[in-house]
């Protein structure tokens, strides 16, 4: 299965050079040219990743696509794709898993991508197991109380 991503820029060289890269390697790739656009795409499909630049349709505009991605069931992962790394920490308080500073190398951006995927599904997945591991835990303990009582 492809993996799916959703590519969001205003600048439309930025936008067809990155596809034309990811879809080399193998990925889906699905574009945005505004926060706007790529928020009504979040609803309509699943991603695997979400990359989007910072500055679109206002100077924050990443952060809304970011904040629609966060509500997503499907959890997808969340890189900033930004000219400007001068924004500091607060791009990993409203959610973003990783920067991407704009020009990058080819093989960079691949690899930052493929690591922070891995990252994201094995964060996802002690998730998933943490609930498990309490409704067993919950289970064990009713079975003893009625063993007990």
């Given at each position: 299965?492809?993996?799916?991503i959703?590519?969001?820029?205003?600048?439309?060289?930025?936008?067809l050079?990155?596809?034309?890269?990811l879809?080399?390697?193998?990925?889906?790739?699905?574009?945005?040219?505004?926060?706007?656009?790529?928020?009504?795409?979040?609803?309509?499909?699943?991603?695997?990743?979400?990359?989007t630049?910072?500055?679109?349709?206002?100077?924050?505009?990443?952060?809304?696509?970011i904040?629609?991605?966060?509500?997503?069931?499907?959890?997808?992962?969340?890189?900033?794709?930004?000219?400007?790394?001068?924004?500091?920490?607060?791009?990993?308080?409203?959610?973003?898993?990783?920067?991407?500073?704009?020009?990058?190398?080819?093989?960079?951006?691949?690899?930052?991508?493929?690591?922070?995927?891995?990252q994201?599904?094995?964060?996802?997945?002690?998730?998933?197991?943490?609930?498990?591991?309490s409704?067993?835990a919950?289970?064990?303990?009713?079975?003893?109380?009625?063993?007990?009582?």
């Amino acid at each position: 299965m492809k993996r799916r991503i959703l590519l969001v820029d205003d600048e439309l060289a930025i936008l067809l050079t990155l596809r034309a890269i990811l879809e080399m390697h193998g990925f889906e790739v699905e574009t945005a040219a505004s926060a706007h656009e790529a928020v009504g795409k979040l609803s309509e499909h699943e991603y695997h990743m979400i990359i989007t630049d910072m500055r679109m349709e206002h100077e924050t505009a990443g952060y809304d696509v970011i904040r629609a991605a966060k509500h997503q069931k499907y959890d997808p992962a969340v890189a900033i794709l930004t000219a400007y790394p001068s924004l500091g920490g607060d791009w990993k308080s409203r959610g973003a898993e990783s920067m991407l500073v704009k020009p990058m190398n080819a093989n960079d951006l691949l690899r930052q991508i493929e690591a922070l995927l891995v990252q994201h599904e094995d964060q996802k997945q002690m998730k998933a197991q943490v609930p498990a591991r309490s409704a067993s835990a919950v289970k064990n303990t009713s079975a003893r109380a009625k063993r007990v009582g």
